[in-house]
């Protein structure tokens, strides 16, 4: 019996498409940061989203191709706006050396790494 990965490639779009509607106008990179950091947040806090990277984890198991597509399409993608909203803003991050493509996933995994990983442990409790 095979395993396809097309039902967690929607769901995680479906649920990142929110990140990709947020409006930055006007906004420095800093105030920028703290918008989408938020949305990441709320995102990755649901009650909804914290049952769905369990049960996806733990199918990876039987299924790796259910654990790339999460990780493509969940994380990578988060990562992926970050490093957008970095690239949008090159002009206030000129004086650093380290690649955005690096900063993004260091931003990312500092956000969502503690918060996630208390919420699988079951220590505090996923939002509505």
Known sequence: ?????TSIENLCRESNEPLAKIDYTGLNLEQSLKKLSF??????TAKR?????????GEAANCPEVGEAW???GP??????????LESHRHELRATKVPIEQIA???????????LYR??????????
């Open 1 to 5: 019996m095979g395993c396809s990965s």
């Open 39 to 44: 949305h990441i947040l709320k995102l990755i």
């Open 49 to 57: 989203s914290v049952t769905f990277i369990v049960l996806a984890i």
């Open 71 to 73: 990780y493509t399409y």
């Open 76 to 85: 990578a993608r988060t990562a992926s706006f970050i490093r957008s909203l």
């Open 105 to 115: 996933i260091m931003l990312h995994d500092s956000l969502t790494g503690d918060v």
């Open 119 to 128: 919420l699988l442990a079951g220590v505090g409790k996923a939002s509505k």
